[in-house]
């Protein structure tokens, strides 16, 4: 039998009102809502945290691929954006800006990233979300 992988454990305190503090390993961050939906604007909000996660992986994944494959890449950056869809997103754009050269064959580079980027996999895959209450 295969072995269970699984991340380390994510905490989100709720601190009041649309603001809540997440942690995981040694890391803290803030989230909250903006004042247009009730927040106070302290930290990103939830969804902004998912396209976060998702750009940096990606990011992460072409310069990954890219070392891999001996391409040079020079400076770049992913850019993430969703279309709200009532309480979900439905779709995400991601967008790549190269600062230097166009490297040959970007094309298969972005290909061979997104197989490797964990975000954007979980996401393709739609995983099951189940909430439980602990004793």
Excluded at 18 to 37: G, I
Excluded at 47 to 58: A, G, N, P, V
Excluded at 97 to 123: H, I, Q, W
Aim: net charge negative; hydrophobic share 40%.
């Amino acid at each position: 039998m295969a072995e269970v992988r699984r991340t380390a454990p994510v905490e989100a305190r709720w601190l009041g009102g649309y603001r809540a503090a997440v942690t995981t390993r040694q890391f803290t961050v803030q989230v909250d809502e903006p004042p247009s939906a009730g927040g106070t604007d302290a930290g990103p909000m939830p969804t902004e945290y998912l396209l976060i996660s998702l750009s940096s992986c990606f990011a992460l994944a072409i310069a990954h691929v890219a070392r891999r494959e001996g391409v040079e890449v020079g400076p770049f950056s992913v850019t993430a954006q969703g279309t709200y869809d009532g309480p979900c997103l439905s779709d995400v754009a991601l967008s790549i800006r190269l600062e230097g050269p166009l490297p040959a064959d970007m094309d298969a580079l972005l290909t061979k990233a997104r197989r490797v980027c964990y975000v954007s996999n979980t996401l393709a895959r739609q995983p099951s979300v189940t909430a439980h209450l602990i004793d």
